[in-house]
């Protein structure tokens, strides 16, 4: 399972950075980037966290190319 | 087009008369009529299901901000506050200015100034035994916090400010001549600070930065300072009011708190949703669209109303409860989509701090036996909040 971020709706709300630090950084202007590659089974639950808490709906959880969950 | 006969059809969120019955009146209207349309301001369609106000604060194409949203009649005015009154893609580059100063990554930088601030507020009255909250902390400290801590500017100028900045909250619908004055400040303010060293801030960002590759302009410098002080101030004074009631009048709530770290981390979202403190921001619709069977026409005024989608039972079972353990608690105090609040990581920080002073207080409880009177305008808030707690000298751990 992997992250991604839509770079054209996120608006730098930084609330998925917020829900789960340990799998996004901010650039210099708050937008969000994708830190993990592969998610392991315990980062699951943060990465779920940030999918929802996005106010623009810009995260994606994704498994193997195909949309798992919004 | 419904009316519920005890409601009428002329509904005003912020009338005073509703008094205590402010919240089980606005949940009846949305247990019965969560698309009410109202004759009062001009008219509007009072929202206050979850679903249809995450709708529409996302879709700033059907539902602009650009007629405002401060004040449910249309803004007639040339002044926008900004970036909350304009649409994309322009919001966007504004956005793209301000949000680094008010990123997660900021924070850690502020905090020990906020807890400076805040334990210097407890600290004149921490011996008394006895404050009135909403002067002798709410109103003082986020207002400090802004000024001292994000704009670098002396706390002596928030005197000048403050009744602009009541006006625009409490009276919202003619505070017309307080935006104005306001702007006018803001351009001193600009004026003093071009000629002084250069610094990494929000007001030099403002003064030499750019949106859409040029410089920013006067006017829109004027828009973005005073939204930015109405956000930074104004919410968080009507959010530890809210709290400060709530502490005191639950002491079983203020003991969990106090013994329970994981339902600490989460009370600031959970305080926030139960009583959102902007309560309801209004947007006009582009074009006619349904919203719930209702036929919302081109050019209506729509009042999203956060402080009721919070309590809509559809998203949070038990909605009445305060309940710290809730997943994913995804409230509307912030907004949501493009317009959700720059300020959301510093006010929960200010929460973090404030939750922590409060609960540092043994005995919390109100001071007085009085019903505790509320202001409603664009917050609902306790006029004044006397609160009695066992007397200790020093500062707070």
């Given at each position: 399972?992997?992250?991604?971020?839509?770079?054209?709706?996120?608006?730098?709300?930084?609330?998925?950075?917020?829900?789960?630090?340990?799998?996004?950084?901010?650039?210099?202007?708050?937008?969000a980037v994708v830190a993990v590659d592969v998610l392991t089974a315990d980062q699951l639950a943060s990465a779920r966290a940030a999918v929802a808490a996005c106010p623009e709906r810009a995260v994606a959880l994704l498994d193997d190319g195909t949309r798992a969950q919004r | 087009m419904t009316t519920i006969p005890a409601i009428g059809n002329h509904f005003d969120p912020m009338s005073p008369e509703l008094g205590a019955?402010?919240?089980?009146?606005?949940?009846?209207?949305?247990?019965?009529c969560p698309v009410l349309r109202s004759e009062a301001y001009g008219g509007y369609?009072?929202?206050?299901?979850?679903?249809?106000?995450?709708?529409?604060?996302?879709?700033?194409?059907?539902?602009?901000?650009?007629?405002?949203?401060?004040?449910?009649?249309?803004?007639?005015?040339?002044?926008?506050?900004?970036?909350?009154e304009v649409d994309p893609p322009y919001h966007r580059a504004v956005r793209k200015l301000l949000n680094p100063y008010f990123a997660p990554q900021r924070m850690p930088g502020y905090e020990p100034a906020i807890r400076r601030i805040a334990a210097g507020l407890v600290d004149r009255f921490r011996a008394a035994g006895r404050c009135e909250f909403v002067e002798d902390f709410a109103q003082r400290f986020?207002?400090?916090?802004?000024?001292?801590?994000?704009?670098?500017?002396?706390?002596?100028?928030?005197?000048?400010?403050?009744?602009?900045l009541h006006a625009i909250i409490w009276e919202p619908n003619t505070a017309g001549p307080a935006v104005a004055d306001f702007g006018a400040w803001t351009q001193e303010i600009f004026d003093r600070r071009r000629r002084e060293p250069r610094r990494d801030d929000v007001l030099d960002a403002m003064l030499f930065g750019e949106v859409d590759g040029r410089a920013v302009t006067d006017h829109e410098r004027a828009c973005m300072l005073t939204v930015l002080i109405i956000g930074g101030i104004e919410t968080g004074a009507?959010?530890?009011?809210?709290?400060?009631?709530?502490?005191?009048?639950?002491?079983?709530?203020?003991?969990?708190?106090?013994?329970?770290?994981?339902?600490?981390?989460?009370?600031?979202?959970?305080?926030?949703?139960?009583?959102?403190?902007?309560?309801?921001?209004?947007?006009?619709?582009?074009?006619?669209?349904?919203?719930?069977?209702?036929?919302?026409?081109?050019?209506?005024?729509v009042l999203c109303y956060y402080g009721a989608a919070n309590r809509d039972p559809e998203e949070f079972p038990e909605p009445e409860r305060l309940d710290f353990t809730r997943p994913g608690n995804r409230h509307l105090s912030f907004g949501a989509g493009p317009h959700?609040?720059?300020?959301?990581?510093?006010?929960?920080?200010?929460?973090?701090?404030?939750?922590?002073?409060?609960?540092?207080?043994p005995g919390l409880r109100l001071g007085t036996d009085q019903p505790i009177g509320y202001r409603v305008g664009l917050h609902r808030a306790p006029a004044a909040l006397p609160l009695a707690f066992t007397p200790e000298a020093g500062s707070s751990i």
């Open positions: 399972m992997r992250l991604e971020v839509d770079p054209s709706a996120c608006q730098g709300h930084a609330q998925c950075h917020a829900a789960a630090p340990d799998l996004f950084t901010l650039d210099d202007e708050g937008y | 019955d402010f919240w089980p009146t606005i949940t009846s209207i949305q247990q019965t369609w009072l929202l206050t299901r979850y679903e249809d106000v995450w709708n529409v604060v996302r879709d700033w194409e059907s539902f602009t901000s650009t007629e405002g949203v401060a004040g449910i009649p249309i803004n007639k005015s040339d002044f926008r506050f900004i970036p909350i986020p207002a400090q916090v802004f000024f001292e801590v994000v704009l670098d500017l002396p706390t002596a100028e928030l005197e000048r400010v403050e009744p602009w009507t959010a530890y009011a809210n709290l400060a009631y709530q502490l005191a009048t639950r002491p079983d709530v203020a003991g969990l708190l106090r013994r329970d770290a994981a339902a600490r981390a989460n009370a600031p979202d959970e305080f926030l949703r139960f009583e959102a403190p902007a309560l309801g921001l209004a947007r006009s619709a582009t074009r006619d669209v349904e919203i719930g069977g209702h036929h919302i026409r081109k050019g209506d005024r959700r609040c720059i300020g959301s990581h510093l006010a929960r920080l200010e929460f973090t701090v404030v939750l922590d002073e409060l609960l540092s207080l």
